[in-house]
């Protein structure tokens, strides 16, 4: 259930009492007033999710009172109430922001109906509200046609209409997220919520409850009471993204809403049953985070009912030129230039390189290499901007350093003995003075490239990296301790 308070405005002692035993039963708290003055004074002191308005008070229109509800912050349903109905005030108060309208006397069975309704309807709120604020979603279907793609497919449709518990692992940029998202829409669940949540981008101080919700004044700033991402996915399906990321002191409350399919709000002692279904990914060995105490083997164990492994794209040679073509004619036509294909020399470069980074990294670089190429030309492997084969360099580097003109005319790159683009600073281990750098000023560099590949976004730059947000937080404030800092993307929150 998604909302719990209801207030009553009321002035027949017979007709509020009858809806007052009705929600109660129900197990809802309810606050009663007989006049619109009551209703002002109680409505400045706390919120309500549902509003049983009488059309017809002592001291004024409920009407008129419904515009004034319309204005809160935290907005409730309200249900008009009346004994002399027309279709005229019906429609006059659907259109002054009415949730529905219903004639004295009515039924117990009534109520049920309007209490379905408004608790779909405030769902379907909370979660439009929340995927509003989501951004940088896995777009299309799954592209390959290699064994092991084949492979992942049946599994995916084997399991996706079971309600069981799925943990999808694999290296950064791989389509975990995809596959999740794909088990959801072949579910039976597919018409209720699908909602994510990021646990490595979630401050460890705010992910109990971001999972959980929180009570009005729970913390500080906690100024409304909030509902959690298992209560907005109710009915649905809740991915657990990046689920190693857990703090160790959540862990075992996790534990019991896996079992139980129930839990308490932060700050409140009432308990939520709910129905979802639990997908997990996870970029990291599970396994050696049980052995060294990181991970509960309990909730390993309880996540893991059916594993899936998505494999790097190395793994998968056969599918990264369909992949490519895939997105070069997406970004071709979401930027609005006409690109006849790759050149020779560009796949051939695409198949030789490694894809540290994995799909999303085959991404990206489509995406920069349509930007790059003239308009109906081939994309060039001097386009790709792709490091030489044995190089550290970023492609951003690459680009940089490459000879070619920027019309990116078929020209091979400069590069030295060892492989890495030639021009000052030698190559990707040694400084412009040649003497040998350190791990330490090896990892700032990486730092560095990686938030120059993803526009400055933490998030994206620690998941290329294959680290958390945590750590990538960490080293930034490092850098800014030591009066070296690297700027990021501003207002990014990441």
Aim: glycine letters at 8%; one cysteine or more; hydrophobic letters at 40%.
């Amino acid at each position: 259930m998604s909302f719990e308070k209801v207030l009553i405005v009321e002035d027949e002692p017979v007709v509020r009492n009858l809806q007052s035993e009705i929600f109660m039963r129900r197990k809802f708290a309810v606050t009663t007033a007989e006049t619109l003055a009551q209703a002002e004074t109680l409505l400045a002191r706390e919120s309500f999710d549902l509003v049983m308005l009488d059309i017809r008070l002592p001291d004024g229109d409920g009407q008129h009172f419904l515009e004034r509800l319309a204005t809160l912050p935290e907005r409730p349903l309200v249900v008009m109430v009346t004994g002399y109905g027309s279709i005229e005030s019906a429609v006059a108060c659907m259109r002054a922001g009415a949730f529905d309208y219903v004639l004295k006397p009515f039924s117990p069975s009534q109520i049920d109906v309007i209490i379905k309704k408004a608790a779909t309807y405030r769902q379907l709120l909370q979660v439009n509200r929340l995927l509003s604020d989501q951004q940088g979603e896995e777009e299309g279907a799954i592209v390959g046609k290699s064994p092991v793609m084949l492979r992942l497919r049946q599994i995916i449709e084997r399991v996706a209409p079971t309600d069981a518990t799925v943990l999808v692992t694999g290296e950064n940029g791989t389509g975990k997220e995809m596959v999740a998202r794909e088990l959801y829409r072949r579910s039976p669940r597919r018409q209720h919520p699908f909602i994510k949540v990021n646990c490595a981008a979630i401050s460890e101080n705010l992910i109990e409850s971001e999972f959980f919700g929180h009570e009005r004044g729970a913390f500080t700033g906690a100024t409304d009471r909030r509902e959690g991402r298992f209560e907005l996915a109710n009915q649905g399906t809740l991915l657990l993204d990046e689920v190693s990321e857990i703090p160790a002191n959540l862990q075992a409350k996790l534990l019991r809403v896996l079992q139980e399919r129930e839990f308490e709000r932060v700050g409140g002692n009432r308990t939520i049953k709910v129905n979802v279904r639990i997908l997990a990914t996870s970029n990291r060995d599970l396994i050696s985070y049980v052995e060294k105490g990181a991970f509960r083997q309990d909730l390993y164990y309880r996540l893991n009912v059916f594993p899936v492994h998505v494999p790097a794209l190395r793994e998968r040679a056969d599918d990264i030129l369909p992949l490519a073509e895939h997105f070069l004619a997406r970004f071709a036509r979401k930027l609005g230039i006409r690109v006849a294909g790759f050149s020779e020399s560009a796949r051939s470069a695409m198949l030789t390189y490694r894809w540290p980074g994995n799909v999303r990294e085959l991404q990206n670089t489509i995406e920069r290499a349509v930007i790059l190429t003239e308009e109906g030309r081939m994309v060039s492997a001097a386009a790709l901007g792709l490091p030489a084969v044995g190089s550290m360099i970023s492609p951003g580097e690459a680009l940089l350093n490459s000879s070619v003109p920027f019309d990116f005319e078929e020209k091979p790159a400069a590069v030295n003995e060892d492989g890495a683009p030639s021009g000052a600073g030698g190559n990707a281990f040694t400084d412009s003075a040649g003497n040998t750098l350190t791990i330490a000023a090896l990892e700032k560099q990486a730092i560095k490239a990686a938030l120059a590949q993803t526009g400055g976004n933490r998030t994206k730059a620690a998941e290329l990296l294959g680290i958390s947000i945590r750590t990538m937080r960490n080293k930034l404030q490092e850098y800014r301790d030591a009066g070296e800092p690297i700027e990021v993307a501003a207002d990014t929150g990441e």
